[in-house]
């Protein structure tokens, strides 16, 4: 019973040691927390929304889903039309007629 009684004192003064260095060593090694500077961005240049200075995420497209080309990730413009002018159905864009 003695030996027991020791046993427990000795990890319950080890736990008391070494939990407030193993939070102090946790709290100063986080990877989530991110510094900001006076601009509110990053060491990588994007804000705290995601987003760069010119307004893109690190994917590339900015807030509506398009890339400085003006196409989506499925490769379609804000019309609905591919760099080839055909919309995901397989339809030509119409050229628009000019009257003189």
Sequence with gaps: MKKLLCATAVFMFVGLVAAPVTAA??????????????????????NRRGYNRHG???????????????????????AGYNEHGVDRHGNKRRQQEHHD
């Design 25 to 46: 060593q946790h709290n100063n090694n986080r990877s989530s927390e991110r510094h900001y500077d006076e601009h509110g961005y990053d060491q990588n240049g994007y």
């Design 56 to 78: 893109y995420n690190r994917h590339g497209y900015d807030k509506h889903g398009y890339n400085n080309r003006g196409y989506n990730k499925h490769g379609y413009d804000r």
